[in-house]
């Protein structure tokens, strides 16, 4: 939900800071994302990294790179 809502705020019109402010109206752009990705990374532990590493070990993802 966090990712969904971060994407949004820079689809939709509406700004926290109106970006009509000379260098004060950017300054909540890049703030919106690093707070999605640092709510984010507090789920991801050192369980969840381990059983990656064996998903991507074993080949039971997909890998698009």
């Not at 369980?47 to 991507?56: A, E, G, I, P």
């Amino acid at each position: 939900m966090t990712i969904y809502a971060a994407l949004a705020y820079f689809v939709l019109p509406i700004d926290a800071v109106p970006d009509a402010l000379p260098v004060v109206g950017f300054t909540d752009d890049p703030g919106v994302p690093a707070g999605a990705l640092a709510a984010v990374s507090m789920y991801i532990n050192e369980d969840v990294k381990t059983r990656l590493q064996k998903k991507w070990q074993t080949g039971s993802t997909k890998r698009y790179c």
